[in-house]
C-alpha cells in the first residue's frame, strides 16, 4: 500500500531558529522515500500537518497539498507501469527536470508562463502579466532562476528605459508604465520565492529605488466641472449609460472594474443606508462603501443596477461627454475615482478612512490626492493675495485722486 504524507526536516539537520525543509515522505512496501517540495518554514511554522503562524500560510499550504498530489500521482503512474520508485525520476515529472547533458530545471520564465495564467487575475492585468513575459523574454537578461539577482534588475530597468520610452517617443510618459512592469515582476517572483523556486526577492533589497513616475499628477474635476458634466443631456442608449456610471463612480470612488461588478445583495440596508464592506475585484484589498443619494438615482434609473459598457466604449462615450462638458482634459473613468477621493478629503474626510473607502493597500497612495489638494490651496492662496494686492492698489489710486480733487478746489 502506497501512503504519503508532508513531514518536516526528516533528516533533523536544521538549525534552531532557521527555515526547514518540507518534504512528501513516499511509504511503499516498508520502504520510505523523501521528495522535497522546495518550502521551507521555522519549526514553529508546522503543526498539525500544516503550515501555521506565517504570513503566506494560506499559499503554501495549497502549494503543499498540489506537489503531494502530484507525487502521489506520478508514484501511482510508475507502480502501473511496473517501474521503481525513482525519486530522481518523480522529481523529474513534478518538477520539470530534463536532461540536456546535465540534470537542469526548467527556466523562471518557463514557470512564470506556466503560472501566471493560473492566477486570479482581471483580463486587464493578465495582458499585463504576458506583456511583461515577452518583454523579458526579448530582453534575456532575467532567463534562469539564478538569474533573478539584484544586479539583473538594474539591468532590466535599464533596458525597459531605453525600449519602452524609445517605442513611445515620449521621455517623460512612460514611467507609470515602467513601474508596472517592475510591479509584475516582483510579485512573480515573490511567488516564486514561496514556491521554493527562489531564495530571496531581490527587490526587497531595492525599496523605493523604481517609483512610479507619474504619482504626483491626479487630475480631478472641480465642482464646477461636475456641474458642467451633471448638465449635459446624453443621446442614445450607450451615451446614457457611460454618464450613469461615471456619477455612480463619481459618488462611490469605485474603480470602473469594481462598479461594473456591482451587485446590491452586497449591500445591508441599515437605517435607510446602503452598507458594505468588501474587496476590490483587482487588487483583494478591503473597503467600505455607503450608496450616497446620487449613486442609489443612478441605481433606480437602472433597476438598481449599475448599466454595462466595455472599457473601450465607455472610454470612448466619456470623451465625448467631457467635451460636450466644455473640458479641455480628455475624461476617462479613473477621473471619477480621483475626483470621489479629492472631494472626501476637502470636505473634512480622515485621509485613513478615504483610504478604506478606496480600498488603497496604503495610505501613502492616498496620500497622492492630499498634494493635490494642498496645490489648491496654494493657488487659493495666490488668488486672495492677488485680490488683496489690487485691492490695496485700488486704495492708493482713490487716494492719490481724492488729495488732487483737495488740491484743485484751493
Known amino acids: 500500500m502506497i501512503t504519503t504524507a508532508i513531514v518536516y526536516d526528516h533528516r533533523g539537520r536544521t538549525a534552531k531558529n532557521r527555515p526547514g525543509p518540507l518534504e512528501v515522505r513516499v511509504t511503499n512496501e516498508r520502504k520510505v522515500h523523501y521528495v522535497n517540495t522546495g518550502v521551507k518554514v521555522l519549526r514553529s511554522e508546522w503543526k498539525y500537518g500544516m503550515v501555521i503562524d506565517h504570513p503566506h500560510a494560506d499559499e503554501l499550504n495549497e502549494r503543499l497539498v498540489s506537489i503531494e498530489k502530484a507525487v502521489e500521482r506520478e508514484v501511482n503512474n510508475r507502480l502501473a507501469r511496473q517501474l521503481q520508485i525513482d525519486v530522481a525520476e518523480i522529481k523529474r515529472a513534478v518538477w520539470g527536470v530534463r536532461e540536456n547533458g546535465a540534470t537542469q530545471q526548467t527556466t523562471f520564465l518557463d514557470w512564470y508562463e506556466r503560472t501566471y495564467p493560473t492566477l486570479n487575475l482581471s483580463a486587464g492585468t493578465r495582458r499585463r502579466y504576458k506583456s511583461v513575459l515577452a518583454r523579458l523574454r526579448a530582453c534575456a537578461i532575467i532567463n534562469r532562476y539564478e538569474d533573478v539577482t539584484t544586479e539583473n534588475i538594474y539591468r532590466w530597468d535599464e533596458w525597459l528605459h531605453q525600449t519602452v520610452k524609445a517605442r513611445s517617443g515620449n521621455g517623460n510618459g512612460c514611467d507609470g508604465a515602467i513601474f508596472n512592469h517592475h510591479k509584475v515582476l516582483k510579485a512573480m517572483i515573490a511567488r516564486a520565492v514561496l514556491s521554493g523556486m527562489v531564495i530571496n526577492n531581490p527587490y526587497d533589497r531595492l525599496r523605493g529605488q523604481f517609483k512610479r513616475g507619474d504619482v504626483e499628477t491626479v487630475p480631478f474635476l472641480t465642482e464646477a466641472e461636475v456641474d458642467a458634466f451633471l448638465a449635459v443631456e446624453p443621446v442614445g442608449n450607450m451615451m446614457r449609460a457611460a454618464k450613469d456610471i461615471f456619477i455612480f463612480q463619481l459618488y462611490t470612488g ?69 467635451a460636450d462638458a466644455g473640458f479641455r482634459v480628455p475624461l476617462h473613468s479613473h477621473i471619477a475615482r480621483h475626483t470621489f477621493a479629492t472631494w472626501m478629503l476637502k470636505n473634512g474626510v480622515k485621509i485613513e478612512n478615504v483610504s478604506r473607502m478606496l480600498g488603497h493597500t496604503n495610505i501613502t497612495q492616498t496620500q497622492r490626492y492630499a498634494k493635490v489638494l494642498a496645490e489648491s490651496v496654494h493657488n487659493d492662496f495666490d488668488r486672495m493675495e492677488k485680490l488683496l494686492t489690487n485691492k490695496k492698489n485700488d486704495e492708493k489710486v482713490t487716494t492719490n485722486g481724492s488729495n488732487i480733487l483737495d488740491a484743485d478746489c484751493l
Do not use: W
Not at 470602473?256 to 483583494?284: L, N, P, W
Open 254 to 322: 469605485m474603480s470602473y472594474s469594481d462598479a461594473q461588478r456591482f451587485d446590491i445583495r452586497d449591500y445591508k440596508e441599515v437605517d435607510g443606508r446602503f452598507i458594505r464592506v468588501g474587496a476590490r475585484v483587482k487588487t483583494g484589498v478591503p473597503f467600505v462603501s455607503q450608496l450616497l443619494p446620487p449613486a442609489l438615482d443612478v441605481l433606480k434609473r437602472n433597476g438598481m443596477k449599475v448599466p454595462t459598457l466595455s472599457n473601450q466604449k465607455y472610454n470612448m462615450c466619456l470623451k465625448i461627454l467631457g
